[in-house]
C-alpha cells in the first residue's frame, strides 16, 4: 500500500504561483513513478504531468508545458508541482498518483494510488 497526502493549494491571483507537495509513505518512493491529475467540477480527471521514478524523465500535459514543472526529492519522499502563471482555468481539485509498475503516463488506470487532493482556485 502507498499512502499520498497533498498539500500547498489555496486561493491566488491570475498570474501567481503555487507550490503542491505530495508526501508518499508505504512503499519505497524511489521506485514509484508519480504523477499530478487535476479535475474541474463537473469535468473528467486529466493529466498533468508525471515525472519518472529516478527523476531524469518528465512528461506534461500541452496545457500547462512551460508553466508548470514537476520535480522529486526521493531522499524525502516527495513529489512537487511548481505551478507558474497560472490561470483561471487552471482552477481545480489536483490530485497525486503513484505508478507502481511503469509502462504508462498519462492515463488514470495507469495509477493505482491517489491522494485526496488539494483544491486550487484561480481567481481573475
Known amino acids: 500500500q502507498v499512502q499520498l497526502v497533498e498539500s500547498g493549494g489555496g486561493l491566488v491571483q491570475a498570474g501567481d504561483s503555487l507550490r503542491l507537495s505530495c508526501a508518499a509513505s508505504?512503499?519505497?518512493?524511489?521506485?514509484?513513478?508519480m504523477g499530478w491529475f487535476r479535475q474541474a467540477p463537473g469535468q473528467e480527471r486529466e493529466f498533468v504531468a508525471r515525472i519518472g521514478n529516478t527523476g531524469r524523465t518528465t512528461t506534461y500535459a500541452d496545457s500547462v508545458k512551460g508553466r508548470f514543472t514537476i520535480s522529486r526529492d526521493n531522499a524525502k519522499n516527495t513529489v512537487y508541482l511548481q505551478m507558474n502563471s497560472l490561470k483561471p482555468e487552471d482552477t481545480a481539485v489536483y490530485y497525486c498518483?503513484?505508478?507502481?509498475?511503469?509502462?504508462?503516463?498519462?492515463?488514470?488506470?495507469?495509477?493505482?494510488?491517489w491522494g485526496q487532493g488539494t483544491q486550487v482556485t484561480v481567481s481573475s
Open positions: 508505504g512503499r519505497t518512493f524511489s521506485s514509484l513513478h
Open positions: 498518483a503513484a505508478d507502481v509498475h511503469g509502462g504508462g503516463a498519462r492515463q488514470t488506470q495507469d495509477y493505482e494510488y
